[in-house]
């Protein structure tokens, strides 16, 4: 099983608009990223996002790009403060490769969370880690990263 980790694309700022949308940067900065992923064989059955708006339209890019048969949704647990924890609870069993687009701090969180301590747990702004677990969630490896360009 593969885990996506997605960090949202470059957000406008609240004085310009108060929910937060990708800027044209942005939105162009993801297409590429998820043209990546897709070219990578990124491929996921399961595509969740925040709920909020600036997630959504990157999981949005990461959904047409990489599989539009994909389930897609709003997920609870993907809030920025939320705790890493609930997260890695609800992947431990899970069968199918799941697409994450979230935001800072918590993916950080998830990502130092489920490489364990030892592992440096940067994350790229703007970017993709994908993880793989071989043991239904007990461990899990770094396969690649890629960063906005």
Same mark, same amino acid.
């Given at each position: 099983?593969?885990?996506?980790? +997605?960090?949202?694309?470059?957000? +406008? ?15 162009? $900065? +993801? ?7 897709? /070219? ?8 969740? @996002?925040?709920? *909020?708006?600036?997630? *959504?339209? %990157?999981?949005? /890019?990461? =959904?047409?790009?990489?599989? /539009?048969?994909?389930?897609?949704? $709003?997920?609870?647990? &993907? ?6 924890? =609930?997260?890695?609870?609800? &992947? ?13 701090? @918590?993916?950080?969180?998830? &990502? /130092? ?8 747990? %940067?994350?790229?702004? @703007? ?5 793989? %677990?071989?043991?239904?969630?007990? %461990? =899990?490896?770094?396969? =690649? ?5």
């Amino acid at each position: 099983m593969r885990v996506f980790l +997605v960090h949202h694309g470059e957000a +406008v700022g609240p004085e310009i608009d108060i929910r937060r949308p990708l800027s044209e940067r942005g939105r162009e $900065a +993801v297409e590429r990223l998820a043209a990546e992923a897709a /070219a990578r064989g990124v491929r996921p059955a399961v595509v969740w @996002h925040s709920g *909020k708006l600036r997630a *959504k339209q %990157t999981a949005e /890019a990461f =959904w047409r790009a990489c599989n /539009a048969l994909a389930e897609f949704s $709003a997920s609870r647990d &993907l809030q920025p403060d939320d705790s890493p924890q =609930w997260m890695r609870d609800r &992947l431990r069993f899970e069968p199918r490769d799941i697409l994450i687009a979230g935001h800072f701090p @918590h993916l950080p969180g998830l &990502l /130092a969370l489920l490489l364990g301590p030892q592992v440096d747990g %940067t994350f790229p702004r @703007h970017g993709l880690v994908v993880l793989r %677990t071989d043991d239904e969630g007990d %461990t =899990w490896s770094e396969e =690649w990263r890629s960063a906005e360009r």
